[in-house]
């Protein structure tokens, strides 16, 4: 498997991601040509705006089933598709059917095996669990097009434990949460961070590795391709460490030996 190009699309309502960062990263770490393109719903029309509606998800405790959306969550999809700073409560899909609406938005030309497309979007994609028969958010759906959500970055890894707590005797104590959230800022990813770029780059690493290797992930901490379920896991693989493995490093020389040498 050759990847001749990638292409990164945009999600403009997290400034903190750069993605002519991000691309350049995956240029010099892969020796790939890469495009940087606008959010990939940019374009979209209304009825890709009701298959969106169609694959939310309202009890996390079912598979899947489709939605019949209403007039106001089509509207919804549509008003985001301009402006995608207009989510503000979250929303949750099906990471799988989102995934395949997102491929129907590529056209066929670029379709192609040899082309990979990186979709960064604030919507949550959720994935159900059939090991304890629910529905968890996702950071990354590993595919063609690959999804990577900027809500699940931020959502889908929990927080220390002691959050949670302290967040609960709060609610019922009525103390400021704010206060509380200050105590433990730094401790997890927040939306509006300026680690997002450098955390992300982790994302797109495995993507990539999934793509070319069929392995996405590593069990190691100490590895940028770690699936970490514990925010401070996913600060301490991404930025404390930021670098893969020593069996990952070499399958990117490998890799790399592979592009070098056609
Ligand atoms: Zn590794």
Redesign the pocket.
Known sequence: MKILKIFLYDEPSVPELKVDELCKFVQDTFSVPVEKRKNIFSLANEKTASKLASCRIFNTRKPFETHSPTKEEIEFELATFYDSKKTENIVMYDGFEFQRIVSELISDYETTLDKLHIVFTNKLTCTYDDSDYRYHGRAVICSNPAIISTTGIVEAPAKPRGYYLELISNVVQGVNVETMKKKYQGTYLEYNDKRFSAVSEGYVLQVIFYYLTGEAF???R?????NAHWQSDLLYSQLEKGK??????KVLEQLSTLYNNP
């Open positions: 590593c069990e190691s100490e590895c940028r391709l770690n893969l493995c020593g069996k990952h490093q």
